[in-house]
Every structure is written in C-alpha cells, then in structure tokens.
C-alpha cells in the first residue's frame, strides 16, 4: 500500500504554494468508473425531473457560496474580482439554461413515422425514433476557465443534462476551486435522487491519470478543453481503445482577424480599443483570442498598428495562471524575435513584482510570410498578438486560406464601401472556422441556441459539435428508433399523445401538437 | 511506367469469370482528391438547386438504364431479380427522398438568435447558425447492396445532399455495376452544372487503395459500409492522420432477437416464418440478419426450434456474394461445430451446382453459453442463425447484456400478458442497439425521417449518427455560427425574410415564419 499523494496550486499573483490536495490514484479509477456504468443503468438517471432538479440544485449551491467561490478563484487563478464574479454567473446560467432544454425536450429531437402501407419504395412500419444519453463521460476542466470550464462547466452540464453520468478531471492548478465545486455538485445531485456515481470528480497533475481515465472500459465520450497537445493525445488514447469512443476536444485556435481600409477609415480607433481589449483581457488566455490579426499596408495601417503597440505598451503587466503558461509564452516570443520575418512593435519588457507577470506584447509580420511559415499561425497563449501587413487583396486572401480549422475569426470591414470583398472574405473565413465574428472580437462566447464554439481541426477534434450553448448535448447522445412498438414500451416522447408538448418531427413535419387517435371504422 | 492493373469479377452464381476493368492506381489519388477540394471551393457546390437537379438526374438515368443494371447486379451478386428491382427503386427513392430534405433546407438546422441587450448573464450579439458541408467525402461501397450502398448508395446521395463532393470506392467484388452506375452519376453531375471533382469513381481490390483514399489530404470524412475489420482498420488510418477526420463505418452486428413464451403461443408460426424468410432473404448477405435467437427452452421452444430447423433444411441451396465469403462461413460453421456447448440443429450439406452455393443452416447453444463466449455473440455473415435457449428470465436478461454495440435488435413478446418482462427487455436491448424492432426482424430498413441504422461499438465507428434515413446529411455537416453579420453577408437561409420559408429556431422557438422587421421609432 503506497501512501496518498498530492498536489499544491500556486497562487499566480503572489508566488505563493497553497495548500495540499489528495491526488486520485490511478487504482482508484475503474471503481469509479464502475460507479458511474452502475449509475448510467440506474432508471432514475433516465428520469428528467431528477436532472433539472440536479442542475438546478447545482447552480443553486454555486451561489450560495459564491464568496468563499470567488475568493478560491481569484487566489488560485490570479483573474480579477470582476471574472470571478462573471464566470460564476455564467456557471450557474449554463446549468440552468440546460433546465430549459431538457424541461422542453428539445435536447431529444424526437421523429415519428407513422406506419404507411403505401409507402415507397415499400410500406413503410410505425418507426419513432429519440435521441438517447451515450454513456459515461470523462470531462477535462480548463485552467482557463476555473469554474465555466471546470468541475460544473458547460461539459459537465451537457452531460448530465443529457443523462450521462459524469467523472470530471478538474484541471490540477486549481485543485481548491475543483474540490468546492464538486461537492456542491455530488451534493446536488445526492438530494434530486440521483445515483451516486451519476457525477464524481478526480484530482491529480499526471497525464498518465487523464489518460487511464480516457481507457477506463465504460466511459464512453469525452470533452475537453486545453492544448492541442493535450487534447490530441487524449484524441490517440481513444481511437486506440478495443471500443474506440469519440473525443469532443476543444483545443487551439489563433482566430485570425481581418480589419481592411474601410473598416479603419471608419472605424479604426474603435476597433484598436476592441483589440487591445480582446489581447489583454484575462491576460489573453482565451481560446477565442484573436492571436493574429490582418492589417492593411500603408499609412493608415501604420498609425492603427502603432495605436494598438502604444497601448499594449502602456497596459499594466498582467498575471498568468502558470508558470509554466508565462515560461511558454517567453519561449515562444523569443523564438519569435529571433526570425527575420518578424519585428517586435513593442519594447522588450521584463515585469517586475511577484508571481507569473507578464507584458502584453505585440510583433509585426507580413501577410506573405504569414501565408508561407507555419510557426507563424500557431497559437500563443497570452497577451500578445501578431499583426501581419497586407500588401492587395490576393496578399491577404492567401494568408487567409493558409490557415487550419479555427474556432472562430473575425472581420472588420466596411460592407458598403466593399461589398464584394466582404462576401469573399466571408466565404474564407467561414470555409475554415466555426464562427465568424463582425465588427467585433470572438472573446465572448454567449451561452445561447446558436452559439457554435468548435470548429475544423486543430481547434477541435469533432467539428460537427459545439461544446458551448444549448445543442452541447448532442455529443453526449445517440438515436434510437423504436420500431413497430407497442405504445406502453415507447418512451412518453414518442407516444402519440405527447403529454409534454414537445416539438416532434411527425410524418416529415415539425409539430408540437398530439397524433390524433385513428378514427375507428364506422 | 506501369502498366494498368485490372480486376475481375466473379459470377457467384456460375463461378465463371467476367470481363476486366481498368483499376485506380494509388499515384491517380492525389489529383482525384484535389479535383474534389477544387470543387468544393467551387461556389456552384453550394448551390442547392444545382445539387437537386444531379440527385434528380441521377435517380432519372439510373431507372432510365434499369434493364441494363438489373442484368448487371444479377450477374456479379447472384442476387435474384426481385431484389435488383426492388434495389434499384430503393436507390432511386434514397436520392430523391433528399432531394426534398435540400429543397426544404431540413438539412441545414438554422437557429437565429437576435440580439438582446438585456440577455443574462450578458449582453447578446446577433448569431444565427446553420450546417455547412464539410468537405470531400470518401464513401466505401458494400458488396451486399451492389446498388442501395454502392456507388450511387445512401452515402454518396447524403455526402451530395449536403453539398460535400465525394469519390467513392466501388466494391471490387461488382466493378461492373460500380463503372456503370458511376457513368450516370457522373453525367448528371455534370448535366446539373455542378463541377467535374463534385463526383469520382475509383476501383481497386487492395487495401492499400483504400488507405490511400482516407489518407488523402483534402478528404473530410469517410463513410464505409462493410465488415468490421475493414472499417476498424480505415477507421485507424483515419485517426492517425496528422488532420484526424471522423469515419462513419456501418460495420458487423449480430442483431440478436428475442423470442419471449408468450409470442411463441401466440403466433409462433408466423415467427418462424418471418424469421426464416430474414435468414435465407439475400442468402442471409444482409448487416441486419439476425444472427442470433433466444427462444425459452421447453417443449413449445423444442418445438419452434425444430419447426425453423425444418424449414431451413428444406430451402434451396443459396447463392453468396463471393467466394471468400462462402469460405467464410464454411469455416466459422465448422468452428461452431468443433464446440461442446454448440449442436447443429440442420443436417450437414454440401450443396451442389456451380458458383458459390451455401445451404442454410441454424445450430443450437443455451443462453449461459452465449453469454460466457464471446466467439458465439459474433457476427456470421450468410444463411445462419444460432438459436439460443434459455431457461429463466435471468438467463435470457444475462444473456442480452453481454452483447456489444449492435444496430438492431428484435422483440417477440406479448406485451399483454408479460409486461414487466417487455419493460425489462426493451430497456436491455435499447441500451446496447440504434434500432429496436417489435414482433419483426430488423432485416427491411426503411428510408424516413425517424429510421435509424447504426449502433454502438463494434456496429458501427459513430454511435451518434445513421447512414440511413433523412437525417444521414448530419454526419457531412458542421456548424457554422455568423456573428453580428451584416443580413447581405449572410447566407439566405439565416436572413430575416426567410425567403425559402424554413424552419428554423428563431430566438429559441421553432418557427417556419419570417422575422418582422423592427418598427421604426416613432
């Protein structure tokens, strides 16, 4: 028997080590797992009341102790007062906007065919088909984001919302915040009834952990959120199981930005602020930062790419969550001021005061070494970005197009003065993202119907799936079609009374209404 | 310079060997896959109406050449004539049932959000989403359906339903067919205004040809139908790409029913004879065949064992697809018949006359043995059934429980007089399957709106999605979120006027209307 290990945050504004938490051993895990398979099969996971009531109760203790929350967050992230306060609101607000979709229904797009026996190309039997929870899901928190992406994030709310039991890895440089939360979340989900081992969480710093987790035989989906690298070696452990299970990674992103002449000319002093905004804020440690963005040549992209080095020059050193974030961001910067191609806009810095400070910082490059150098479009996590000089239109269109999947981008343009660059631009971004922003930065990412946060790889591993907003369940479930079944075996969405109104697709068409009883032969 | 290599086909039914066709060589894979990424560039790929007119059009020249095909199907499956009719009229059905997917932008899933300052936990931006395609397809072709998921199969027609170009690999087992049909597809495609890399045909018995297609750079997804360790193994290559992409592989099932001693009193017959007619239809060629039985041991299970022992013995030698999978069979039958917890239920038969003739056949083994070994819950592909008999209700649930992901399973019971006995095993059988079918066998598939075909692990790579079905576009497509988008930016679908009349989610209600402009302030 080997004695417990642990694992100790560091607070990133003072240096300072905090104090020990318990690290899960990797022994520990196929009990866990075990527990959460038993959960799954448990009917009392499969009533919806018992999850509203479970994410609800959630969101509800969340606020309750939202001080002691807030504290936890600002000294083990280094983020300010006003983030803890936002990102804990919006924590409970994806809890609960989940309520809505699954008190709807709407998470389960149910279909009826009723039985036609002149059907083409054959009579066709009574199928009705729903979607149904997957499994098991293994969750990774993002340091980022201690508590929006963390232990009770939008994954772990998706999950359960969706009916899978969950076993969420909160991100280990924020073991205090992680192990406050997930007691307010077994707790919640202990007093709506549901199963214990419908939500568990796992503590430890090892990727050997994360990865044993990922094997454990009954977990069946994963999301994550965090590097390209840690998302793609849980992306290998996956698809090299005996069962292969899908993996909803949420990784890099450089969200390439686009301001042409008839934005700056009217706009352009906005857009600068907006910037530097999106650059500074949270110390660029989004995964929506836009990390490189696409000024035009000449005078007046001169005097806006000045404006943004001046005020990144002028802002206040900020605080990193890690050391190890702030050293790789140095590192990359260095690399960076070593190429040929590229010239720093702002003095080199080195911050005074303790923990992990840094200054923002931006270089400047050309659209064409932009399109031909790959190191030149990978993510750097921080406050810096690189403003790349375009020369014409091709220039940028082909700088545009050299990039991989982003998670978003965005496009600051004058549509009046340029409509057909405006659709070609639209055409490109769109063709290799997930969303795509206008007059404006993809730093926030609204928790709504239509919100997309995903896109082509490498910033995700499963570009058809977003992993914010009300549609996040859908990676967490699969169809079932129930054919030629007696009514009593249906599940209440499908039968033809719909006791709870949902919208169904009924014979090819969207209705919210009952199927009427077949009229009985006179 | 090599010379070009061929194929050949065999005549199942005759054994003798028909003419060549000229095979892809690997080194033509690069410029087919980059014509297909030319297309997909291509803004006329994104023009619904050009995509209605080549699945139209397709449809149109493949029963306009049905006398031709018919010939063709027959002799290189051996399948009979009935089955070439109904195949073709399936096909043809298949793209034309997406066509009014596409024309009613069903495919498309648009959700507007508009703006609301007043939103919690913040601020919302305009945001309206939709699916756009997501790039070329790779589509493997079946040998069982030469025609239904062949060249011009459910997945090719979805793949163009959704806007992705595709280049399809015939199985090499009907290079006849595959050329053929391919012409037509090809020629509409072209008669519809759609770019030439839109659609490709490539032909090739090796392996290798295959993972050259998957690794090819510019393909986004690959749908396959076949054999599980066909598709396990694209699914690796796949995975291991530097630029993962996702594959939809519709593999092996065993698709296990369940026979309950209520159903047999109440129609035992006619159970018998649905379920010889799903193992001989097609010579048993088929991924839904149900492989496996569970009939209650005792006197009226000996007896409906006996009575479809009988009849199986009775029916005329069938013809397989090919050689290797008449050799297949013969040798997993006298693997099963090398067991001790394993007992033929037909008489031994060497069937005589030309080709690839198998008799049908059905062995016995009890529920304890099939939930202990794993080798007797696997899949065999052709005339055969393993009939498995239980004693209790616990050995038949065991039993079910040991199986793995499978597409469908059946249910013989009657509900009226053991209804917790129904609840129970519906429960069982939807956990592990993507279709339950009910006083049936899952063998007809049909092509609707509620229609499921896919399953958990091994059934298929993708539990979340069907090939089969209105809703078979999902698996091409990936959400794209405009941000803020000036309404001229915007594709037509997303704008306010809602010109095409759509359903779409507006603000989080389903609506099909148009959005009022805002009233101008008085």
């Given at each position: 028997m080997t004695a417990d290990t642990t694992i100790r945050a560091t607070d990133p504004s003072s240096g300072r080590t905090l104090e020990p938490h318990r690290e899960t051993a990797i022994a520990e895990l196929p009990a866990i797992a075990g527990e959460a398979a038993a959960a799954f099969a448990d009917e009392r996971m499969r009533d919806a009341d018992r999850r509203v009531a479970a994410l609800r109760g959630a969101a509800a203790r969340l606020r309750a102790d939202g001080e002691s929350l807030r504290a936890l967050f600002q000294r083990e992230s280094g983020l300010p007062a006003g983030r803890a306060e936002g990102e804990l609101e919006r924590t409970c607000f994806q809890l609960e906007a989940l309520v809505d979709v699954v008190a709807a229904g709407a998470h389960l797009e149910p279909i009826v065919d009723r039985a036609d026996p002149a059907a083409r190309p054959a009579p066709r039997p009574d199928l009705r088909r729903m979607l149904v929870p997957i499994g098991p899901v293994a969750v990774f928190g993002a340091s980022n984001f201690p508590l929006a992406f963390g232990v009770a994030g939008g994954d772990t709310a998706a999950a359960l919302a969706a009916g899978c039991p969950v076993v969420v890895k909160g991100h280990p440089a924020q073991p205090g915040i992680n192990a406050a939360v997930a007691g307010h979340v077994a707790a919640a989900v202990a007093e709506a009834g549901l199963p214990a081992g419908a939500f568990?969480?796992?503590?430890?710093?090892?990727?050997?952990?994360?990865?044993?987790?990922?094997?454990?035989?009954?977990?069946?989906?994963?999301?994550?959120?965090?590097?390209?690298?840690?998302?793609?070696?849980?992306?290998?452990?996956?698809?090299?199981?005996?069962?292969?299970?899908?993996?909803?990674?949420?990784?890099?992103?450089?969200?390439?930005?686009?301001?042409?002449?008839?934005?700056?000319?009217?706009?352009?002093?906005?857009?600068?602020?907006?910037?530097?905004?999106?650059?500074?804020?949270?110390?660029?440690?989004?995964?929506?930062?836009?990390?490189?963005?696409?000024?035009?040549?000449?005078?007046?992209?001169?005097?806006?790419?000045?404006?943004?080095?001046?005020?990144?020059?002028?802002?206040?050193?900020?605080?990193?969550?890690?050391?190890?974030?702030?050293?790789?961001?140095?590192?990359?910067?260095?690399?960076?001021?070593?190429?040929?191609?590229?010239?720093?806009?702002?003095?080199?810095?080195?911050?005074?005061?303790?923990?992990?400070?840094?200054?923002?910082?931006?270089?400047?490059t050309s659209a064409s070494a932009l399109a031909s150098a790959k190191e030149l479009r990978e993510e750097r996590f921080g406050p810096f970005a690189l403003l790349a000089r375009y020369g014409s239109d091709e220039q940028l269109e082909t700088a545009v197009a050299a990039f991989d999947g982003q998670l978003a981008t965005a496009l600051h343009i004058d549509v009046a003065s340029e409509p057909e660059r405006a659709r070609r631009l639209t055409e490109l971004l769109a063709a290799r993202c997930g969303r795509v922003v206008y007059d404006g930065f993809p730093t926030g990412v609204a928790v709504t119907w239509a919100m997309q946060h995903g896109g082509p790889y490498p910033s995700t591993t499963a570009a058809g799936e977003t992993s914010v907003g009300m549609t996040a369940t859908r990676r967490f479930m699969r169809p079932v079609c129930w054919q030629g079944a007696p009514a009593e075996l249906l599940p209440a969405a499908l039968r033809d009374e719909n006791p709870r109104g949902l919208w169904r697709r009924v014979d090819g068409r969207l209705t919210d209404a009952a199927i009427a009883p077949p009229a009985s032969a006179g």
């Open positions: 568990a969480h796992v503590q430890g710093a090892s990727a050997e952990l994360g990865a044993a987790l990922v094997r454990a035989e009954p977990i069946a989906a994963v999301a994550f959120t965090g590097s390209t690298a840690g998302g793609r070696a849980l992306f290998d452990v996956a698809a090299g199981r005996e069962r292969p299970i899908p993996v909803f990674a949420e990784m890099g992103s450089v969200n390439p930005a686009v301001v042409t002449v008839g934005a700056l000319r009217a706009r352009g002093g906005a857009i600068a602020d907006a910037f530097v905004a999106a650059i500074t804020g949270a110390a660029g440690q989004l995964c929506t930062k836009p990390g490189v963005v696409l000024v035009p040549a000449g005078e007046e992209g001169d005097r806006w790419c000045a404006d943004v080095a001046a005020r990144l020059a002028a802002a206040e050193p900020l605080v990193m969550l890690t050391e190890r974030m702030r050293d790789a961001l140095a590192a990359q910067l260095a690399e960076l001021s070593a190429r040929d191609d590229v010239d720093p806009l702002t003095p080199p810095a080195a911050p005074s005061g303790p923990g992990f400070r840094v200054s923002a910082a931006a270089f400047q």
